[in-house]
């Protein structure tokens, strides 16, 4: 019982330094004043521009953390291709797989960085209308697998009907 009581102690007196002069902080003074006056941006999790609208990343997110919104006015990417939807990420369900940025074509297909990321999606500028209209080389096995993610919602469909069972 007196070592129980000498570790009771022992943590008032830590908690006591803690509180009253903020002892082991770990976040300065200035960006918890920031965080509390609701100062700091969340970075951006979409680059609006450069995505096509494909809905590859939603289908992929194994949460469901993706949810495709309209654009108020449909764009135009390249002739015959019109965006009307972008993503939204919903970081509460995100659980940082990456499946939206591997699958994202720009990455898929191109190389070039995903137009989403769970993180920070950080500068992606590149440009949409010549890489959609230069030829890709790609292997038919992965054509077949990103495609299947990208444009067959039967994916979708399996995974929701294992889940009801």
């Keep these: ?30 960006l918890r004043n920031k965080i509390l006056n609701g100062e700091i941006v969340p970075t951006d999790k979409v680059a609006e521009v450069p995505c096509i609208g494909c809905s590859g990343c939603k289908n992929v997110c194994p949460t469901g953390a993706i949810e495709m919104v309209s654009l108020e006015e449909p764009v135009e990417v390249i002739e015959g291709i019109i965006k009307k939807e ?15 940025h591997d699958f994202c074509p720009l990455y898929a ?18 440009d949409i209308k010549e890489l ?11 054509i077949a697998y990103i495609s299947k993610f990208l444009s067959d919602n039967a994916v979708i469909r399996k995974r929701e009907d294992q889940n009801s069972k």
């Excluded at 009581?5 to 009253?20: A, T």
């Excluded at 972008?86 to 939206?100: D, F, Q, R, W």
């Design 132 to 142: 959609l209209e230069k030829p890709v080389k790609i292997s038919e096995d992965k």
């Design 86 to 100: 972008k993503p939204e990420l919903n970081t509460l369900k995100c659980v940082h797989c990456y499946h939206c």
């Design 109 to 126: 297909l191109f190389g070039e960085a995903g137009t989403i990321h769970p993180n920070d999606v950080g500068d992606v500028n590149p």
């Design 1 to 30: 019982m007196k070592n129980l009581g000498i570790i009771f102690l022992e943590g008032v007196y830590s908690n006591v330094k803690r509180i009253l002069f903020a002892s082991d902080r770990v976040t300065d003074m200035e």
